[in-house]
């Protein structure tokens, strides 16, 4: 989708200009946008599959399980591509330790994290508008059924009116009957 796209490359902006990998803001904005796939891989992951099968249903254990090993399984290929990409022999070298393992583990996190909560927002917003709607459709119904029924009011009134012309045998007794039926059956 649009909106799926366009995160990502405001994200990736963000992300360059915290980070700054290469050596001009285009370099570093192309390798953020290299590097993100790894974090909207594991963001995917953790919201098209671990929320609805895990969270969604309670497995609160199995989520964390899953979403720690989803994000370990992302950040050891994306070491080798911060490895393969960066330039500079000192931070190539910081790559393969257990603090810069940390960082990307960090740095995924958070993305998994954002993209979670933006979700869940925008689902909760989703919902709140059906609501709203299914509560303006129950309103609009309750309204045409009070609407269709027959007032007993009225019901009374007529047939006490029918039963005072048929007591005093009057011509306008048939015609009386035929409009009640006829609202009877319009109703």
Not at 91 to 119: E, G
């Amino acid at each position: 989708k649009l909106d799926h796209l366009v995160f990502w490359l405001v994200y990736a902006m963000v992300y360059s200009i915290i980070f700054p990998w290469g050596k001009n803001t285009f370099e570093s904005f192309i390798i953020s946008n290299g590097l993100l796939v790894f974090h909207a891989i594991a963001a995917y992951f953790n919201n098209d599959f671990l929320i609805p099968r895990f969270l969604l249903t309670r497995s609160y254990l199995l989520y964390l399980i899953s979403l720690v090993l989803g994000i370990l399984s992302v950040c050891f290929p994306l070491s080798i591509v911060v490895h393969m990409v960066i330039n500079n022999a000192g931070l190539q070298n910081l790559v393969w330790s257990d603090t810069f393992f940390l960082f990307l583990v960090i740095n995924v996190l958070f993305s998994v994290i954002l993209t979670m909560v933006l979700k869940l927002v925008k689902q909760w917003y989703k919902d709140q508008k059906t609501n709203t709607e299914l509560k303006q459709i129950q309103l609009q119904t309750e309204i045409k059924f009070l609407k269709s029924q027959i007032n007993p009011h009225f019901l009374f009134n007529s047939l006490n009116n029918l039963y005072a012309l048929t007591l005093s045998k009057s011509d306008l007794a048939p015609e009386v009957v035929l409009r009640l039926s006829n609202i009877l059956r319009y109703i």
